[in-house]
């Protein structure tokens, strides 16, 4: 899920099966959508990569019952989640800055066999600040690493 249609062909690209602009839609649309492409409209666990308020939201939103939202995402410094349907539905939350040793050589396993896909756009130094208001905007597919020259 993703708010531009870009971004989600980028991850159609590198294998995804299903995929879901959330861009201006309500929680029972994007319900609507997930169980056209799955024949679900709940999910039961979600890992959500932004760490937005909006997009934490919608992860619970579309929790089933005992679902679990793990999120990895660092752009905001605080969250809000109704306490009745965290609780009332046995919901769990998880934080992760990074895995552990056994998940770094896993993730290295999977680079070395040329399973991990990624797209970068490289920005130079020198032209960071003609970029920052692409990033806030989210403008960027994939992720934007500083060069050095």
Same mark, same amino acid.
């Given at each position: 899920m993703a708010r531009s249609d870009e971004k &989600?062909? &980028?991850?159609?690209?590198n294998g995804?099966?299903?995929?879901? =602009?959330?861009? !201006?839609r309500s929680d %029972?649309?994007?319900? %609507?959508?997930?169980? $056209?492409?799955t024949g679900r409209r709940e999910l039961d666990a979600v890992i959500e990569c932004v760490g937005a308020e909006e997009s934490v939201r919608l992860a619970f939103a579309l929790l089933?019952?005992? +679902?679990?939202?793990? *999120?990895? +995402?660092l752009v !905001? =410094?605080?969250?809000?989640?109704p306490l009745f349907p965290f609780v009332g539905r046995e919901f769990s939350y998880f934080g992760s800055f990074w895995g552990n040793y056994n998940d770094l050589t896993e993730v290295v396993a999977l680079a070395e066999a040329g399973q991990i896909k990624d *797209?970068?756009? $490289?920005?130079?130094? %020198?032209d960071v600040n003609d970029h920052i208001d692409a990033? +806030? #905007? !989210?403008?960027?597919? +994939? #992720?934007a690493v500083i060069v050095y020259d």
């Amino acid at each position: 899920m993703a708010r531009s249609d870009e971004k &989600l062909a &980028l991850a159609t690209e590198n294998g995804a099966d299903h995929t879901i =602009n959330t861009r !201006g839609r309500s929680d %029972d649309e994007v319900r %609507d959508v997930l169980e $056209q492409a799955t024949g679900r409209r709940e999910l039961d666990a979600v890992i959500e990569c932004v760490g937005a308020e909006e997009s934490v939201r919608l992860a619970f939103a579309l929790l089933a019952t005992e +679902g679990a939202v793990a *999120s990895v +995402g660092l752009v !905001g =410094n605080r969250t809000d989640v109704p306490l009745f349907p965290f609780v009332g539905r046995e919901f769990s939350y998880f934080g992760s800055f990074w895995g552990n040793y056994n998940d770094l050589t896993e993730v290295v396993a999977l680079a070395e066999a040329g399973q991990i896909k990624d *797209s970068v756009t $490289q920005v130079r130094f %020198d032209d960071v600040n003609d970029h920052i208001d692409a990033l +806030g #905007r !989210g403008a960027f597919v +994939g #992720r934007a690493v500083i060069v050095y020259d």
